[in-house]
């Protein structure tokens, strides 16, 4: 049943995949302003004390998330970027400055290890990246495991919100035991609680 599971994972992958890069960069750029401005408004970081949220640095057909960055810096807010352990399926995160980026294991800009560690446990919100989600939190990610196994051990009051293209939000995913479901979906179009049992 696994090898289905992961076989049809890799289909709906593949086809999400090419949605996402064969959209212009002036239409990531002008819908990503929107998720961006989503999630800029969630009550989540007005009703609440945050004080760390993860992110992560775009690819040019990922949800960008450089304005949104400047907005959480701008209330105080440390924003920490993601960098994969090699060896294993964990991500730590880093504060970055402008010096502190090298390139990872899979060619993709990430905080060198020398910058500054934020621990899992003191991160308050995480920003995270899929090639699907259905819109009750399921995600789809690029197949490495490595924001299943990190959410995993986050802190228990930590809010996770999925950001992605509404063309990329689908009726249906394979799950797994594995897989982390999100508390938020955000899109240009939509931003809405999951309903994802904690």
Not at 113 to 130: N, Y
Request: proline share 7%; glycine share 10%; hydrophobic share 40%.
């Amino acid at each position: 049943m696994a090898g289905n599971v992961s076989s049809d994972k890799a289909a709906l992958r593949k086809e999400a995949e090419s949605r996402r890069r064969a959209l212009s960069p002036e239409v990531v750029e002008r819908w990503g302003g929107e998720v961006q401005r989503h999630l800029a408004a969630l009550p989540l970081f007005s009703d609440r004390v945050v004080r760390a949220v993860a992110v992560y640095d775009a690819q040019p057909f990922e949800v960008p998330l450089a304005g949104f960055v400047l907005e959480l810096s701008g209330r105080g807010v440390q924003c920490v970027f993601p960098r994969v352990v090699k060896g294993s399926r964990e991500l730590v995160f880093h504060a970055v400055g402008d010096d502190d980026w090298t390139k990872g294991p899979f060619g993709i800009r990430e905080p060198s290890s020398r910058a500054p560690v934020r621990a899992l446990g003191d991160i308050d919100v995480f920003i995270v990246p899929g090639v699907a989600f259905t819109r009750d939190g399921r995600r789809l990610g690029r197949g490495g495991g490595y924001y299943d196994a990190t959410l995993a051990r986050r802190g228990p009051n930590a809010q996770t919100i999925g950001v992605v293209f509404d063309c990329n939000v689908v009726a249906d995913l394979p799950t797994e035991p594995h897989d982390v479901r999100v508390d938020f979906l955000c899109t240009e179009v939509l931003v809405k609680a999951t309903g994802a049992p904690r």
